[in-house]
C-alpha cells in the first residue's frame, strides 16, 4: 500500500510564504509524476483545482494562478515533492493535496493521494 505524507501548511498573511512537502512511502512504489491539487472552501462537490506537477524526469507545469510565484520540486530517491509558495494571496486558501502517480507491474498507472493540508492566507 502507498501511502503519502503532507506538511508544511498552516496560516500566513498576504504576500508571505509558505511551503508544502509530501512523502511517499510503500514498497510497490514507483514515482511518476507527482503533484498537487487544491480545494477551495465552499467549493465542495467542484473538482479539486490542479495548481502543478512534476515528472520523474523534473518537467514541470502550473495553473497560470500561480505562475511565477509557486515552485514545485522532487527529489526522486526519497519520493518526496515540494511545494514552495510566495506571494500568498488570499484566494489562495484551500486545502492542499498531494498526488502520486506509481506505476504497476502491467505498466499501468495507479494515482494515490495524501490527506490534504489546509492553507490559509488572510489579508
Known amino acids: 500500500q502507498v501511502q503519502l505524507v503532507e506538511s508544511g501548511g498552516g496560516l500566513v498573511q498576504a504576500g508571505g510564504s509558505l511551503r508544502l512537502s509530501c512523502a511517499a512511502s510503500?514498497?510497490?512504489?514507483?514515482?511518476?509524476?507527482m503533484g498537487w491539487y487544491r480545494q477551495a472552501p465552499g467549493s465542495r462537490g467542484k473538482q479539486r483545482e490542479l495548481?502543478?506537477?512534476?515528472?520523474?524526469?523534473?518537467?514541470?507545469n502550473y495553473a497560470d494562478s500561480v505562475k511565477g510565484r509557486f515552485s514545485i520540486s522532487r527529489d526522486n530517491a526519497k519520493n518526496t515533492v515540494n511545494l514552495q509558495m510566495n506571494s500568498l494571496k488570499p484566494e489562495d486558501t484551500a486545502v492542499y493535496y498531494c498526488?502520486?502517480?506509481?506505476?504497476?507491474?502491467?505498466?499501468?498507472?495507479?494515482?494515490?493521494w495524501g490527506q490534504g493540508t489546509q492553507v490559509t492566507v488572510s489579508s
Open positions: 510503500g514498497r510497490a512504489f514507483s514515482s511518476n509524476t
Open positions: 495548481v502543478a506537477t512534476i515528472t520523474s524526469g523534473s518537467s514541470t
Open positions: 498526488f502520486a502517480d506509481s506505476r504497476n507491474a502491467d505498466l499501468s498507472y495507479t494515482r494515490y
